[in-house]
Each structure stands twice: as C-alpha cells, then as structure tokens.
C-alpha cells in the first residue's frame, strides 16, 4: 500500500517542459560591480540578445542604462577561471575591462566613459594579451597591466593613464609570470618557476632588483595576494605552506615576520574582507558543503547577524563602496534566482536590487543535496545532487525510484569546483527529467593541499575514478539506474568524459565533451606561451622525459578510441588558443570511422567555450535530443529558432540526432 507521499508523488502532475531559451537565456544581471562612492552599481546585462555593460544608480536600480553597444559579441564578466575583467575606476568616472576577438584571449584593455558611453581601446595596436594586474584607490585614474607584445610568454608590467592613453613601462620582465603591487603600484613580489616545477616568489629590494623571497616545492600553491595593509608593509596572502588547508597569513615584508590571521581545518580560506581604513582583515568565509562568514572584527558581527535576517540562502560578498559602508550582498538559494541587495551598514538595511534571472522566478525550480561518499582509498568527496521535482517525495535527497541522471564534471580542474547554488543549467537537466551529481574529485580546489596534489599524474587514473565511484554510489543509494548515466563536462570537464567513455568504457551509457583534450601530448605541446609549461608538465607529465611522454600517452582518451562505444556529443570553438581544434577534429573522425554514433559541432566564432548566447543555445538544444535518445528524458524537437543566429558547423555526425539534419539544411537555405 502506497505511503501518502508516495501516493501524491505517483498522481502528480508532470512539471511543465520549461523552453530552453528561457532556462539558458543570458542573466539579466551579471557581476555587478559597486560605484565607490556606493551610489551607482554597474553590471552586465543582454542589449538585444548580447552581454553589454550597464550602469543604474542604487536608489532606482530599475533605471539601468547601457554604456557599451556591441552589437555581436560582447562583454564577457570574467575569464574561464572566474576572475573579474571588468572594473570601476576609483574616480567612478570610467570603466575599464578587457574583450578579446572570438575568444582568441588576445585581451585588448577598453575604456567606457560612463557618462557617454564612449568607448576607447587604450591597447590596439595589434595581436597581444593585456592582464589587469591593480586597479587601486590612490591613482583614480591609471591601471596596472601586463602586455606580452614583446615576449608572448611574459607579461610586462605597465601604468597606463586611462584619461589620456599614455602607457609607462615598469620594468622589464625576462623572468617572471606574475607579479603582486600595493596600492601604490609598486612591484612587491614577482612569481617564477624553476625547470623542475617550484614556485619561486621574489621581493622587490628597490631599482628593479629582485631577491629570492620563498621557494616552494613543485605542485605547492603560491597562494593569492589579498592586500596590503595601509603601512605598505604587511601583505595578506592565502598560504599552505607547511600546513595542509589555505590560511590567511599577514606577512611583514620588511622583518619578515608572519602573523597567522584564520585558519580553518577542513577547507582553504575564501572570500576575505579587508578593513578598506586599516587594509587590515575584518572577515573571511569557508566553503566546504555551503559557504559560512566568520567576522574577526567585533564591529562586523552585528552586520552579518543583521544580514541573516535578511532572507535564506548562501550568502556572499561581492563588493563593498570605497569607504566600507555600502556592501553588495548576494543571496543564493539552490532553487531559486540569485538575488542582489545593497547593505547599509550605517542603518543595518538591506534594500533589494536586483533578481539575477526575474524570468525564472516563480517558475518550479529543484532543490540540490549535498553529497557525501568514501572512496575505496579513503577519502571524502563533498559533491551535488539535484532531482527532478516530483522525483523527491521525501524532500531527503532520494528519489522514490531510480532515474537517469547526468554526472556533470567542472573544468579547471584545480581553479574550480562543484558547489551549492542556482544554476539554470543544473534546472534546464532536472526540468527534463535527469538526477544530476555534480562531483568534486581530487585536484578539485578547497579542499586542503594534499587533497589538491592528489591531482598530479592522475588525469584519467585516480580523478576518474572518483568519479566513477560516484557513480557506483549513486547507484547503490538507488538514485539512478546502472544503465541510464551520462557524463557531460567542459575544459577538464570535457576531458574527464574522453577519458570516463575510454578508460572505463562499461560505466556510461553516452557523454557530451565540450572543448576537451583528447590527446595530452599534443595539448602539452601546445599550450599558451603565458602559461608555466614547468607547472602544467609537473602536475600532468613531463613531454620532455621519457616517462611524461609515456604517461601522457597512456592518458590520452585518443589512444583508447577503439574502446569508446558509447555515444557522444563534442562542442568545439575554432578560437580556442587551449585546446586546439585538431583535438576535436581527430577525436570525431576517428570515432566515426570506426562506426560509434559521434556528433560534431564546431563554433568558428567562439574559443574555450561558448560566449554567444545564439551558439549556447543550438549546441545545448542539440544536447537535449541527445539526452533524450540515450537516456530517455524529456525534450523540445530541434527546430530552426534553436539555430538562428548560431555560426554552428556540424561536420561529422548530424544524422545522429533526430531532426538535425533538416534543421541545418533549412538554416542554411534561409536568404
């Protein structure tokens, strides 16, 4: 006899099949960014279809006006690692932020006169990458660079005037990947490594001398540069050094003394606050199931408390006015929009702004689960599953029955991670009917040192069999059938799906590979002249021993091509100055000569990933069907809307997703 739980389950009502469009559509609001006078906010938001910047005074937040116009392709928030590339000016005058050309990370420096919307490249003379190294409060209108025109391998450092365009060389740099300024735009520390793979950091001894500060051991983390405090003379850094999880350290470059300012035991230090009076840290946050704020300043625990009043959910600190007083806070919730407040900490309000997707609100949206499992060696992997509605009687994380789910891997792999949140992308899978484990691995990053060093050498070994053990779990816990389970990731992402569908080829029964490598030898060959080749050789395989070339080898989804059976989807940008076109060009050919069921888009607009919302959406409409043949969900058929406006190719394998090929063929007669 049915349960009464279980009896409204079985006589519920199908949840409405939401349009792709609209459960992909760009955010209305994305990483807004504060005024420093705390009285307007900037964001990036779609003007006709395409991310630009806005700008809306906080008062009337639904005043927000365009300052950039591009018509094709537009602003793109951050980089692949999540780094902000846009910012305010300390004047509040201009914004400045980088924008390469079709994703070719030839990052040009652009400048938007707020008031007009006047747009300026500070840095077009030609083919180069730009890195904003500070902006800072003492010089309103200068920005610390990097520009590798000289040495596409090193970045050298630059002030450029944003008012007038003049650029001022700092010195220059024969040696160095990166470096860390104060607010003065000095040159503190420089970051090197050596030909075995250790992290050098220098310290600047005056006229362009530098001395060996610290050397770390290969695969050690620098740790990354919080601030200085306002003497100058203390740098706030996360560091593990001799210890296993990330602290905040304050290190005294003059004496040399270090001061331990939080620690946490389980998990690296995240976000931290500093005092922006004293420079000194005021607050720092941890994240290992859902994020947590710790407040060292006593003044600060009022504030936090009176923000847990505010409404549920994770919350986050994403910018503060120049003065402190004014905080931008954002609250997240695995199951609804993100949704954006400003803070006064004069009154201890928080006045509403903004709705990150307002056209999502209110719409049925899954609830996500944290997930704990022990490996067969030990260890424990914090990761993220989502149900469909109606699937969770219960409301505990478990389906009534087992149902196809979707093992979604992210990228990096060590610069991200799986974490609780609103992810449309999460939704649009559970909308059709699909569980999906988002996994953390080892070499996810947060989760200490060792566990973060457990990366090296084991690309398609260890890491995927963390995630194929997930899998067994999550079939043993009677979350999904041993049958009915995809794998589908970008970056390392993509990687992890080669290598789960080669290395462990029973396990799932079709992928969708999104801008991965498929052979790590020619990767290693090829990365970007800007990255370490030292550090990616030491953690992956050194292409310069014997041993490294035969680890890579071996770990090379390519070279296991004749035991991938199941099907695939590979979504490739012609752009991508990372993982090389020819990757996917071979992966594709050489699987579909041999007769397994391999689809092909290729985006000649687009690099690491898809930034035009027309192209996201033909790819992963293209990826619903897809689903829908090997695991039986839901879907929308593939129509000519879902491909209008996209540069998709599709050069091997259209005839294995219904309807495709129709759709192509009238695209492409279209006048």
């Known amino acids: 006899m049915l349960t009464l739980p279980l009896l409204l389950f079985a006589l519920a009502p199908t949840d409405t099949l939401i349009p792709l469009a609209t459960l992909l559509a760009p955010p209305a609001i994305l990483m807004p960014r504060l005024h420093p006078a705390g009285t307007q906010v900037a964001y990036v938001a779609p003007l006709n279809g395409v991310q630009n910047l806005f700008v809306a005074p906080v008062a009337a937040p639904d005043k927000g006006r365009p300052v950039t116009r591009y018509p094709d392709r537009g602003v793109q928030p951050s980089d692949v690692s999540g780094n902000a590339t846009y910012h305010w000016m300390a004047g509040g005058k201009y914004l400045v932020f980088l924008r390469d050309t079709n994703g070719d990370e030839n990052h040009h420096l652009i400048r938007v006169e707020v008031a007009t919307g006047t747009v300026t490249d500070l840095t077009p003379e030609g083919k180069f990458q730009v890195r904003i190294i500070q902006v800072s409060p003492r010089r309103p209108n200068e920005v610390l660079i990097g520009i590798n025109d000289r040495v596409p391998a090193l970045h050298d450092p630059y002030v450029v005037d944003v008012e007038t365009g003049k650029r001022t060389l700092i010195e220059r740099n024969d040696r160095f990947y990166g470096y860390v300024a104060d607010d003065d735009f000095r040159l503190r520390l420089a970051i090197g490594v050596s030909a075995e793979g250790a992290i050098i950091l220098h310290k600047s001894v005056g006229d362009g001398t530098w001395a060996t500060w610290r050397s770390l051991p290969p695969g050690e983390s620098p740790g990354k540069a919080i601030g200085f405090d306002r003497t100058g003379r203390v740098l706030y850094a996360t560091d593990s050094h001799e210890r296993n999880t990330a602290a905040v350290i304050g290190f005294d470059l003059t004496t040399g003394a270090e001061q331990l300012v939080a620690a946490d035991t389980l998990v690296d230090i995240g976000d931290v606050l500093l005092d922006p009076l004293t420079g000194r840290v005021q607050a720092y946050s941890t994240n290992y199931e859902r994020v947590a704020w710790h407040p060292l300043d006593p003044t600060l625990q009022a504030d936090f408390a009176a923000l ?81 509605r109606g699937a969770d009687p219960r409301g505990d994380g478990r389906p009534a029955k087992p149902v196809p789910m979707v093992v979604l891997v992210h990228g990096g792999p060590t610069d991200e991670r799986a974490q ?30 060792k566990f973060l060093e457990a990366e090296r050498h084991e690309w398609g070994g260890r890491m995927n069999l963390d995630v194929v053990e997930q899998v067994a779990w999550a079939v043993q816990q009677g979350i999904a059938p041993r049958d009915k389970v995809a794998i589908m990731g970008g970056s390392y992402g993509g990687y992890e799906t ?46 310069r021993t014997p041993e490294g070339v035969a680890l890579l080898r071996e770990r090379s989804p ?22 090389k076109q020819a990757q996917s060009d071979s992966m594709a050919r050489r699987l579909d000569e041999r007769g397994v069921k391999v689809t092909y888009a290729l985006y000649p607009d687009e690099g690491h990933g898809f930034l035009r919302p027309e192209n996201d959406l033909s790819f992963f409409g293209i990826a619903e069907v897809f689903l829908k043949e090997c695991l039986g969900g839901r879907a929308r058929p593939l129509t000519t809307e879902l491909l209008k406006g996209s540069s998709i190719q599709v050069p091997v394998g259209a005839r294995h997703i219904p309807g495709l090929e129709d759709v192509l063929n009238a695209v492409t007669k279209r006048p």
Request: charged residues 20%; aromatic residues 12%.
């Open 498 to 543: 080669l290598a789960a569908l080669a290395f462990t080829p029973d396990v799932f029964a079709c992928g969708v590979d999104v801008v991965g490598p498929s052979d790590l030898e020619t990767f290693m060959a090829n990365i970007p002249p800007y990255w370490s080749f030292e550090h990616v050789a030491y953690r992956l395989g050194d292409p």
């Open 420 to 449: 609780y949140g609103f992810f449309p992308f999460l939704q649009w899978l559970a909308n059709r009917g699909y569980a999906i484990l988002n996994v953390n691995f080892r070499g996810s990053p947060g989760f200490g040192k």
């Open 308 to 388: 847990r009043r505010v409404r549920d959910g994770d919350l986050h600190v994403d910018d503060r006015s120049a003065d402190g007083r004014k905080w931008l806070v954002r609250f997240t919730l695995s199951d609804a929009p993100e949704t954006y407040y400003l803070y006064d900490r004069s009154t201890r309000r928080a006045a509403k702004l903004f709705v990150s997707t307002p056209a999502l609100a209110g719409l049925p949206m899954a609830k996500t689960h944290v997930t704990r499992m022990t490996t067969s060696d030990g260890v424990e992997l914090i990761s993220y599953l989502t149900l469909p």
């Open 558 to 579: 390519i070279r296991r091509v004749d035991q991938i059976r199941a099907r695939l989807l590979i979504g490739q940008g012609a752009n991508d100055v990372r993982v």
